[in-house]
């Protein structure tokens, strides 16, 4: 009897665990429901910011022309001045000695000129009359012609002193804004000393390097065959200063050097903006902001997304289970979504949500 007990209970106790079994796989949770969204496109505005310098459209080193002494200042560093005013006034005791002989030099040939002319004119009729011989005639005849070349040489060189001395007074060539004034009263200075700059800002130039591959992007995003064609094309661009205050007028990208920096992997750009205030100054700094533009690119929430390892990648809905995708991106200005280059196809269904608690293969439901 004891043994048929306990073969009974057993029993009892394998029909107990089989039904609990039964019951528990017909009250299993069904698959953790997540938002999602189907991949569709759009259209988005990016804009790249790279640091620039600011030139003056002319920026002129002042330097005399001759040695000297500043004998005279007309100007003050940061000065509008006019193209021909004068700036310094140089004493220049060797190009006022170099007018004064070259003075007395035309007055000599003047009187050299003077007496051949006299010798030739007093000869011609005693020639006439056969008293000299004709070749006594033609040799007056050649010292007068000597003495005009001589008299011409004379004045040339006058000429050439005058310039000389002009140049003791420096003016400015073009339009602009005097920058710094190193040098005073009483200093001798000559051709290789910089007396100031004069920077023209009616434009103002701003340089700029984007490195190959952004080079390449650039130009591949704008119409045209070449690359002039495509310049014309360039958005207008924003120009941010130091202190983040943007400038109120837009420029323009002008060109683009034909050469890559070998050293720096880069290619150098110039964009010009107006400064009819004159607002902007030549030697500042600041950042500009080239705007692109895209129609029918795929546009997807950020918090979509997880990175690994400085790549980004989705979670797509495939046959009820959230897949793994590589994608290659670049970040909106909003900062809330991605523009996706590669990876993902329209009409495609991605979670939109709460992949921080996903893995690889996790059977989803989705939630439109």
């Known amino acids: 009897m004891r043994i048929i007990y306990v073969t009974a209970a057993v029993v009892v106790m394998l029909a107990t665990v089989s039904c609990g079994r039964k019951q528990t796989d017909s009250n299993s949770a069904p698959p953790p429901v997540y938002p999602t969204a189907t991949v569709t496109t759009g259209q988005a505005e990016l804009a790249a910011i790279y640091p620039v310098t600011l030139r003056g459209r002319e920026d002129i080193e002042i330097r005399p022309r001759i040695d000297g002494f500043i004998e005279q200042i007309f100007i003050d560093e940061g000065s509008a001045v006019k193209q021909g005013q004068v700036l310094f006034k ?50 007056y ?57 004069v920077a023209n800002t009616a434009s103002i130039y701003a340089y700029f ?33 130091a202190d983040g205050t943007v400038y109120p007028h837009k420029g323009r990208i002008e060109t683009v050097t034909g050469t890559v920096n070998i050293a720096t992997g880069s290619a150098g750009f110039r964009a010009e903006f107006p400064n009819r205030d004159g607002f902007l100054r030549s030697g500042t700094s600041g ?31 495939e046959d009820g289970a959230a897949r793994q995708r590589l994608i290659t991106v670049t970040p909106t200005p909003d900062g809330q979504t991605y523009l996706v280059h590669s990876g993902l196809k329209v009409d495609e269904r ?19």
């Open 90 to 139: 140089i004493n220049s005791p060797q190009a006022e000695q170099a007018v004064t002989t070259a003075r007395a030099a035309v007055t000599s040939a003047e009187a050299q000129l003077a007496t051949a002319k006299l010798n030739v004119d007093r000869m011609t009729p005693l020639a006439e009359k056969g008293i000299i011989s004709s070749v006594q005639l033609e040799t």
């Open 350 to 368: 991605i979670v939109t949500d709460g992949v921080a608690t996903l893995v690889d293969g996790t059977e989803i439901s989705v939630e439109n």
């Open 209 to 241: 390097s984007l490195n190959e591959k952004a080079l390449t992007e650039f130009l591949a995003s704008l119409e045209g065959e070449t690359q002039a064609e495509k310049l014309k094309h360039a958005p207008e661009i924003t120009l941010t200063l």
């Open 141 to 197: 005849r050649n010292a007068f012609s000597v003495a005009q070349a001589a008299h011409a040489q004379a004045i040339a060189q006058l000429k050439n002193a005058e310039a000389t001395l002009s140049w003791t007074s420096v003016t400015s060539p073009v339009d602009g804004y005097v920058g710094a004034v190193p040098y005073r009263k009483g200093s001798l200075v000559n051709s290789q000393y910089t007396l100031t700059t």
């Open 287 to 317: 950042k500009i902001t080239i705007p692109a533009y895209y129609s029918d690119i795929i546009l997807i929430p950020q918090k979509a997304t997880f990175a690994q390892q400085d790549k980004v990648f989705v979670y797509v809905v």
